[in-house]
C-alpha cells in the first residue's frame, strides 16, 4: 500500500515541479535566445519528407499524375550534391534563398550548422572546406558573388537573408554593418582578425561588363538571372579551382533559357573534349519546409490564376503558359543505361523505326525497340541532313551496325505526297522504292485526334513505367522533347475545350516516336525457315 504523503511533502513536491519547469522554461528561452544571436549555428535542412497533414494539401491541389511519390528534393539534396552547377527552384516559402544563404556561408567560413556536422566528410562538403582551409593558410579571401533581380528586392529579400544566416563571430566586431559596405555592397567577413572572404551583393539589372573583375570561387543567384549575365561570371572562374554556381529561383518565367540549362545537362558525357557536364536541379516543394504555415499555404494556392501556376509555387516546376504535354509523367526512372551491345542479344528484340522526314529541315529517325514483355527501349535517334538516297543509306548503315533485328517502319503521312516546289517528288515513294529501300515502310494516321491517340499512348507507358530512353548523347534532343514539349491552346478553351494540338514544331524526334504509337508494337519471334521434307511420311496420316 502506498504510503500517503503530508501536506508539506506536497508542498515541496510541488515546490521542485515548478522549479523545474521553470528551470525548462528558462532553458528554452536561453535556446531562444542563442537561435535568435546565431541561426547559423542551429539551421536544419529540409530533408525531403512529407508529413501525413502536409501530403493532404498535395492531395488536395494536384492531380494524381502530378502527386509526388515517396521522398522529395530537399534543401538537404543541395548541400550534398557535387555538381559544379546546382540549380534549386522552388514555390512558395521552399527555403530557396535559406540554402542559397547557408551554402554561401559554409563555402567562405569553413564552419558547419550543427545538423550538418555530421555530414563534413562527405566529397562535397569536404571539398568546400579543404579549399577555405588551403586558402586561409595563405591569406587569400574566398571571394563569392551573390546577384539579386534588382536593388528593392537585393536590398529588402537577398540581403536580409544573408544577414540574418552568415555567422556572427566572422563579422567584424560582431556587427552586420561594421563588415557590410553598402557604398560598394561588398561583405567582408574575418577569421581571427584576419579577411577571410569578400562577397559581392549585385543584380540582374547591371550591364553584363559590370560582372568582370577577379576570378571568383561562387556564385549565387537569387532568381533565375540573364544569359548574359550567367555566361560573363562563368568567366571568372577561368583559373579558380573549380566551377562552382548556384541558381535559386521560383520558375514564374516558364520554359527559359535555365530550364534548358538543367533539363539538357547532366546526362551526357562530352565524348569529344573528354569533360563530364556536371549540372543537377532539385525541385523544392513547400510542403518539406517545416517551418511553412500550411493554412497560409492552401490561401495562397486559393489564390493562384490556373493549376499550371498551382503545380510552379508549391512543387517548383518550370510551368508553360499553356502547358507542358507529359508533366511529371517523365522522370530520371525512364532513362536509362546502354544495356544490349552484342548482335545475339539484340535479336531477341524487335526494331521498330520512326521517321519524320523532310527535304529542307533535317530528318529524323527513331529507333525502338520491343521485347517480349512489351516493354519499348529508344534506343537511339538519329539526324540526317541528306537527300532520300543518303537517308536509306544511313538507316541501313545504322541496322548492321547495332545488329538490329528490323520489324516494320513508319513515316509521316504528309511525305506520301507529291511536292510540287520539287518538281513533283514523294520523299515516302523515295524512302521505300529504289536501291536501299527502306523494308515494310508504312505511313502515319492522321484523322482527329490521332495527335491525341499517339500522346495518350506515350502517357500510358510511362506511367506503367514501360517506356525506356537509353542514355546516349544522340537521344539528348529527345529527353528534351519529353521535359518540355508544350500543348497548343485555345484563347478560351473553357468554351472550346482542349486543342487536340502540341507545339511539336521543333521536336522532330518526338513525332518520329509518336508515329510508331499509333500502330500497336508487338514483339514476334525471328522466322527461321523450315526445310521441306525429302520423303513423305505415309504414317503420320494415321
Not at 102 to 108: D, E
Not at 126 to 144: C, N, V
Not at 171 to 196: E, P, R, V, Y
Not at 243 to 270: C, E, K, M, R
Request: glycine share 6%.
Amino acid at each position: 500500500m502506498a504510503k500517503r504523503l503530508t501536506k508539506r511533502q506536497k508542498e515541496k513536491k510541488l515546490e521542485k515541479i515548478e522549479i523545474l519547469r521553470k528551470q525548462i522554461a528558462e532553458y528554452k528561452e536561453a535556446i531562444e535566445v542563442a537561435k535568435e544571436a546565431n541561426p547559423f549555428v542551429f539551421f536544419e535542412p529540409s530533408d525531403g519528407t512529407i508529413p501525413p497533414d502536409r501530403m493532404g494539401l498535395l492531395n488536395e491541389f494536384l492531380k494524381e499524375d502530378d502527386l509526388p511519390s515517396g521522398k522529395l528534393d530537399s534543401q538537404l539534396d543541395c548541400v550534398l550534391s557535387e555538381a559544379n552547377i546546382i540549380g534549386a527552384s522552388g514555390g512558395n516559402r521552399a527555403g530557396k534563398s535559406a540554402i542559397s544563404a547557408i551554402k554561401g556561408a559554409i563555402k567562405s567560413t569553413g564552419e558547419l550548422p550543427k545538423a550538418l556536422k555530421e555530414y563534413e566528410h562527405t566529397p562535397s562538403i569536404a571539398r568546400d572546406l579543404d579549399r577555405f582551409k588551403r586558402r586561409f593558410a595563405k591569406g587569400q579571401p574566398i571571394l563569392g558573388r551573390v546577384i539579386g533581380v534588382d536593388f528593392k528586392q537585393l536590398s529588402n529579400t537577398v540581403i536580409p537573408t544573408w544577414q540574418k544566416w552568415i555567422p556572427k563571430e566572422y563579422l567584424l566586431n560582431g556587427k552586420w554593418k561594421d563588415s557590410f559596405s553598402a557604398q560598394h555592397s561588398t561583405l567582408s567577413l574575418f577569421k581571427d582578425n584576419i579577411c577571410c572572404a569578400k562577397i559581392e551583393f549585385m543584380t540582374n539589372q547591371m550591364d553584363a561588363t559590370s560582372f568582370q573583375g577577379p576570378d571568383l570561387d561562387w556564385v549565387m543567384y537569387d532568381e533565375e538571372p540573364k544569359l548574359s549575365i550567367y555566361k560573363e561570371n562563368n568567366y571568372r572562374f577561368g583559373t579558380s579551382e573549380y566551377l562552382d554556381v548556384g541558381i535559386y529561383w521560383t520558375p514564374t518565367q516558364g520554359l527559359t533559357w535555365a530550364t534548358d540549362l538543367f533539363h539538357n545537362s547532366g546526362l551526357f558525357d562530352d565524348e569529344e573534349e573528354g569533360v563530364e557536364t556536371n549540372v543537377e536541379l532539385f525541385k523544392l516543394c513547400s510542403v518539406t519546409n517545416k517551418k511553412v504555415n500550411v493554412g497560409v499555404l492552401r490561401s495562397i494556392l486559393q489564390d493562384a490564376m490556373s493549376y499550371e501556376e498551382i503545380r510552379m509555387r508549391l512543387l517548383g516546376e518550370a510551368i508553360s503558359l499553356s502547358g507542358l504535354v507529359y508533366g511529371r509523367l517523365f522522370t530520371k526512372e525512364h532513362i536509362i543505361e546502354p544495356f544490349i551491345e552484342d548482335y545475339h542479344s539484340k535479336h531477341e528484340y524487335l526494331c521498330i523505326t520512326g521517321m519524320d522526314p523532310h527535304l529542307v529541315t533535317p530528318s529524323a529517325m527513331v529507333f525502338l525497340l520491343v521485347d517480349r514483355e512489351n516493354n519499348w527501349y529508344i534506343d537511339r535517334c538519329h539526324s540526317d541532313d541528306g537527300d532520300t538516297e543518303q537517308m536509306k543509306e544511313h538507316w541501313h548503315e545504322i541496322v548492321k551496325t547495332n545488329g538490329y533485328r528490323t520489324g516494320w517502319a513508319v513515316a509521316d503521312k504528309s511525305s506520301n505526297s507529291s511536292i510540287m516546289a520539287f518538281g513533283g517528288r514523294n520523299i515516302f515513294r523515295e524512302l521505300s522504292m529504289g536501291a536501299n529501300a527502306i523494308p515494310a515502310l508504312r505511313t502515319s494516321e492522321k484523322y482527329e485526334g490521332s495527335i491525341k491517340a499517339g500522346v495518350d499512348e506515350i502517357k500510358k507507358r510511362l506511367r506503367n513505367k514501360t517506356l525506356f530512353i537509353v542514355n546516349r548523347k544522340e537521344n539528348k534532343d529527345l529527353i528534351q522533347s519529353f521535359r518540355t514539349l508544350e500543348r497548343e491552346t485555345y484563347a478560351n478553351e473553357e468554351l472550346n475545350g482542349p486543342k487536340d494540338r502540341i507545339r511539336e514544331g521543333k521536336h522532330h524526334f518526338h513525332a518520329a516516336f509518336r508515329y510508331i504509337s499509333q500502330y500497336p508494337c508487338s514483339w514476334y519471334g525471328e522466322v527461321i525457315q523450315a526445310p521441306e521434307p525429302e520423303f513423305y511420311d505415309e504414317a503420320a496420316q494415321y
